[in-house]
């Protein structure tokens, strides 16, 4: 009965997922992603491609608010302030110049959704570094955190972590207080 409703197609990759997810594998999304193009679309059309290969450089450069806006992206949302602030300098740069900004877009999303994948979806490094997380006992957890900020500290050059900034009531000149 619910694969007449959803569609067998649908219902098949719900039941999969469901699965995999009985079996221990999670993704760090609050939401599926989009599939992006299929490998058939994406064979027929020179500017899919185009926008595939431009999402690839550009992704060699991806800055962490950026990432936040490409998850959006990846998972169906596309506004243009989500698009623009998701895509990189490239995505921007190639639109104007194509001929089918629609195929390039979609090309360009699809290499966002598989990079989007690759980090926090099923199987991506951020389920499984919280896989390894949960493997560890208290004091393997303990000792983790405290080397880490220790290694932070490192890179703070003597600088005291809680140092607040305090400005003038113009906002003009910001001074450090402690």
Request: aromatic share 12%; net charge negative; hydrophobic share 40%.
């Amino acid at each position: 009965m619910a694969s007449k409703l959803l569609g067998e197609n649908t219902f098949a990759k719900s039941a999969i997922a469901a699965e995999r997810v009985a079996n221990g594998a999670h993704s760090s999304l609050d939401r599926p992603l989009d599939t992006g193009l299929a490998l058939a679309d994406f064979q027929l059309t020179k500017q899919s491609q185009l926008g595939y290969l431009i999402a690839v450089k550009d992704l060699m450069a991806v800055t962490f608010d950026q990432f936040t806006f490409m998850i959006e992206w990846a998972m169906g949302e596309q506004t243009p302030e989500i698009v623009n602030r998701a895509a990189g300098p490239g995505y921007h740069d190639y639109l104007r110049q194509v001929d089918d900004s629609q195929a390039f877009t979609a090309g360009y999303r699809t290499a966002v959704i598989h990079f989007v994948h690759a980090i926090a979806g099923e199987g991506g490094f951020i389920p499984e570094f919280e896989n390894q997380l949960d493997d560890l006992s208290f004091e393997q957890t303990e000792w983790l955190v405290n080397d880490w900020f220790d290694h932070v500290d490192q890179y703070l050059h003597g600088i005291y972590p809680f140092q607040k900034l305090a400005s003038t009531a113009d906002g003009q000149d910001c001074k450090t207080a402690h």
